[in-house]
């Protein structure tokens, strides 16, 4: 089919692979809409999003409204990137991880409405944090949805929907390989549009992917150890799984699970409590006899380092205890 004039909608490095692919598939970017600059950095200064900068990069025009709820908080905000969405004339808008809410208006006015490319297998992890969640939760697959968009948080109808393996990912490899895998389903979407069946969500299965927040990443030992591991995992690079130890907030950053007979010969200690110290990792006693051994820390300030590297600064013994 011939090129498509596309509205594009999202803000991190997530939906700037979907962008690239779409102008690589020889569409047209008439507009590109994306979060406003945000504090970043030590210094704080303003700093565009991911997909501001490739638009800025392509010579794409840009739109930062701060809503685009007409009798919301900024109406002429809203307003003004009404004007621009209907002088742009697009034949699609695709969104992803764009991070405001589309009232009916914006799903109305392309010619195809609103797609999605969506993180997770729908209606698994509707919501904010789908490639986390389905780490910390243990699910062997997760995937990408096209989902043809509605009102309703990720309620929309499915029109693509593809699986992959999780394996031993953590957030950040999941999340690349999401992405890529988002880019190619869109550009079959759009080359498929109008074709598509669609097929309404079933009502059974759903769950919700929160935010993640900081104050999550804390460590409470008395968990499983798989459990342990898997926030370890879902929760890198962002905010990074921590817990307190003499005095010291350390990250924990890679992790894998063993029982206590396989890393001491000794009785099953408090959780929390450090069963072996060694190059190869630190061996912290979990819930019911089981255990974590970490091999890649981080002090405050410091670098991501593999253990036997961070044993040279930060003198740990069996016995000592993380908080």
């Known amino acids: 089919m011939s090129p498509l004039r596309v509205v594009f909608a999202g803000t991190p490095e997530f939906a700037r692979v979907a962008l690239e692919a779409i102008a690589a598939a020889g569409h047209e970017v008439v507009l590109v809409m994306s979060q406003p600059d945000r504090p970043a950095g ?3 200064k303003l700093q565009a999003s991911p997909v501001k900068q490739c638009a800025v990069a392509s010579d794409w025009p840009v739109a ?3 809503s685009l709820r007409l009798d919301g908080k900024y109406p002429d905000e809203a307003s003004a990137a009404r004007d621009t969405l209907l002088a742009a004339r697009p034949d699609v808008m695709v969104v992803a991880a764009y991070g405001l809410i589309l009232p009916q208006w914006v799903l109305d006015l392309p010619v195809h409405g609103c797609l999605n490319i969506h993180a997770s297998l729908l209606p698994r992890w ?4 789908p490639i986390h969640r389905a780490i910390e939760a243990g699910d062997a697959q997760t ?3 096209i989902m043809q968009m509605d009102a309703g948080l990720d309620t929309g109808d499915m029109l693509l929907r593809e699986a992959l ?3 031993d990912d953590n957030t950040a490899r999941l999340h690349d390989r999401l992405a890529e895998l988002g880019g190619r389903m869109i550009v079959e979407a759009l080359a498929r549009i109008g074709m598509l069946e669609r097929t309404p969500q079933p009502a059974d299965g759903v769950t919700y992917a929160s935010k993640v927040e900081k104050h ?3 460590i409470d030992w008395a968990q499983p150890a798989d459990a342990i591991v898997r926030r370890i995992r879902a929760f890198d690079p962002f905010p990074g799984a921590n817990s307190p130890l003499d005095g010291e907030t350390v990250k924990l950053w890679t992790a894998h699970t063993h029982a206590h007979a396989e890393a001491v010969s000794m ?4 959780p929390g409590t450090l069963l072996a110290v060694s190059d190869a990792g630190v061996t912290v006693a979990a819930a019911a006899g089981s255990a974590v051994t970490v091999t890649e820390l981080q002090r405050p300030g410091g670098k991501r380092l593999a253990v036997a590297d961070f044993l040279r600064g930060f003198d740990l013994k069996p016995g000592q205890a993380f908080g």
């Open 216 to 218: 999550e990443a804390l």
């Open 267 to 270: 009785e099953p200690a408090a």
């Open 126 to 129: 509707r919501g904010a944090a």
């Open 42 to 44: 030590r210094g704080m």
């Open 143 to 145: 995937g990408i949805t």
């Open 165 to 167: 393996d999780i394996g």
């Open 64 to 66: 930062q409204p701060r």
